[in-house]
């Protein structure tokens, strides 16, 4: 049987490697846009929810390659600030938005704020679009609190500051081992692999009954 190919729709390395080690016992290729070609495609995230944002990066390269095609977006949503960043995570600080300046800037809106109102929780929406053009999407959530200040090396974006439940440690202090079972994309990660197993399954069924 030919071997499936899925295409994400980011190029941060971070990201991709995460997402391929998570997927990585699926009979199928994981491919970065970047390794297909689309290293310049850029696409404006102007959507008003997660799954708007997702749903825009997969259909922006479905017809530019084979196979399927998963993108992702991914927000933190912090309760005393009304669910900021939210959908403007990435680009929290603006336009020359980069991590330290976003991690600075929540920071500083939190200032004074005591612990036990610094609950929040990181919010991933994964859209999969097939080969014959389906569009699927998957949530993975966790919860939290947002630190005082940045702790661990690991990781990237929010994940020295968010303190995951039940382990009040960061993600970034937690590792890659274990932020690759808990974390909010690896939640829709695993909803996302159930949902391209039986894909794949079905296609064989019908082979089978084709023959």
Partial sequence: MKKRTLVLSTGNINKVKEIKDILKDLPIEVVSKDEV???DLDVEEDGKTLEENAIK???AIKDKVEGM???DDTGLFVDYLNGEPGIKSARYSGPDANSEKNIEKLLNKLKGVPMEKRTAYFKTVIALITEDGRVLTVVGECKGKIGFEVKGSSGFGYDPLFIVDGYDKTFAELGNNIKNKISHRARALEKLR????????DDVDEDSSRQ
């Avoid at 159930?194 to 399954?201: F, L």
């Fill in 57 to 59: 990066k997969a259909k």
């Fill in 194 to 201: 159930t949902v391209i197993t039986n894909i794949i399954e």
């Fill in 37 to 39: 070609g689309l290293k």
């Fill in 69 to 71: 095609v998963m993108a």
